[in-house]
């Protein structure tokens, strides 16, 4: 007899890592996905399409292109002039007159998934903002999360986030207490502000060649018979502790690209080091990279610079650049550990992911960024390359994904 699929809803989709990997475990079926930038709205109806059997217009309707901060017009429809103007060319009319709601029908939600943009709770991000993103807005885009999930009243949601959320105090109040209260006022029981720091986890533990600390806030609906701390502990038997994945694991199965020995330009397009003809392997191209670029790539990956002082690396820096920072400007990836944490930042250079190759001199392909978060090889990222490299910084690693989706249909199995 088939098992059960159950339904969700993704918000703040991304490129679909997140999806990707409930997807992959063949007992989760998506309602509906909610992004707002176009490429990756692209990217991942086409993923829908080319590896979930979706139809065009079907992946056109479920994959839905707008602004969640717009929430009662997402979920009710009925959208406003300005908002058919700006979203209205990308989306089926059926989701402009009905809305979330009409796209899911009288489907019952199990539950909601998502992770809102972490720039104003990460670490780094208030540490080189004048104001310490105390006036970002992205700092309460979990409230229209929270609307949602009031309106469809999920059985459970899971909401991702990174770490620094744990001490984010936008307006002087704790962001924990701040979503903590949010949740608990619609009937929902999930771990209290004091509790949240248990919810940290790091997808190096879950088949992830990168560390990557997230917390990860399950709640679930007052009158649901499910035990929250029965579903975090079978997260935690998802993991994966007697070998972490390294660079070598993800990166191995890729064909190195040494620098040529003069740059070749095609089109608009500078080329600095050799190409693949691999059809099977795409989006795998180096950077462009100036010779002042290369040599400091091979030194640093020779010396093993990562483990120099932090005054020798900003001394470093100016040496070679004459430009002065105050924070480390290049790091290498090494074969023997898991990778640090992937970023969008990827999308303006990639001076912190040096391949670890000294001969090749570069930093990190498409594909191998794709790889350190565990994106199928076949999976395609649409749009520009900064964005490519923006979408995958920013996504859930495939892996942890799947392993929380697995941990949830384990537990739903026994308790539905």
Not at 199 to 225: M, S
Request: aromatic content about 12%.
């Amino acid at each position: 007899m088939a098992k059960k699929k159950y339904t969700f809803i993704d918000l703040f989709a991304g490129c679909g890592g997140l999806s990707e990997g409930f997807l992959q475990t063949r007992r989760f079926k998506a309602l509906a996905h909610v992004e707002w930038e176009k490429p990756m709205v692209d990217t991942l109806r086409n993923r829908l399409i080319e590896e979930w059997g979706e139809s065009e217009d079907e992946a056109n309707r479920r994959v839905i292109l707008f602004d969640i901060q717009k929430t009662d017009e997402l979920i009710n429809g009925s959208w406003s002039e300005e908002s058919n103007q700006q979203y209205g060319l990308h989306n089926a009319d059926e989701v402009k007159t009905k809305g979330l709601k009409g796209i899911v029908g009288k489907s019952h939600v199990d539950m909601i998934i998502g992770g809102p943009p972490c720039q104003a709770y990460s670490i780094h991000g208030r540490a080189t903002d004048k104001n310490s993103m105390q006036n970002d807005y992205r700092n309460y885009l979990f409230e229209s999360f929270c609307k949602v999930v009031e309106a469809f009243r999920p059985d459970l949601f899971v909401f991702e986030n990174v770490g620094g959320l744990l001490s984010a105090k936008p307006g002087g109040i704790p962001v924990r207490k701040r979503i903590y209260d949010a949740f608990t006022q619609i009937g929902y029981v999930i771990r209290t502000p004091e509790e949240m720091p248990m919810a940290l986890y790091d997808a190096v533990n879950f088949n992830v060649p990168q560390h990557r600390p997230r917390v990860i806030i399950l709640g679930i609906r007052n009158n649901a018979e499910f035990n929250l701390e029965d579903l975090y502990a079978a997260i935690d038997k998802e993991k994966k502790l007697k070998r972490k994945l390294t660079v070598r694991d993800a990166l191995s199965p890729l064909p190195p690209l040494y620098p040529l020995p003069r740059p070749i330009k095609e089109g608009r397009y500078t080329y600095s080091h050799e190409k693949i003809s691999n059809p099977e392997i795409t989006q795998h191209e180096a950077r462009n990279h100036g010779p002042r670029e290369r040599a400091i790539f091979k030194e640093w990956v020779e010396n093993n610079m990562n483990h120099i002082s932090h005054q020798a690396m900003i001394d470093y820096y100016y040496e070679k650049t004459g430009h002065k920072t105050l924070y480390q400007k290049y790091k290498s990836l090494e074969w023997d550990k898991p990778s640090h944490t992937v970023v969008a930042h990827l999308s303006k250079d990639g001076y912190m992911f040096i391949h670890p190759d000294a001969e090749q001199q570069r930093s990190i392909t498409i594909r191998e960024a794709a790889c350190l978060m565990t994106f199928p090889m076949n999976f395609q990222f649409l749009g520009s390359t900064p964005y490519n490299y923006k979408m995958i910084g920013n996504a859930v690693p495939v892996n942890f994904a799947k392993a929380i989706a697995t941990a949830f249909y384990k537990y739903l199995d026994k308790t539905k």
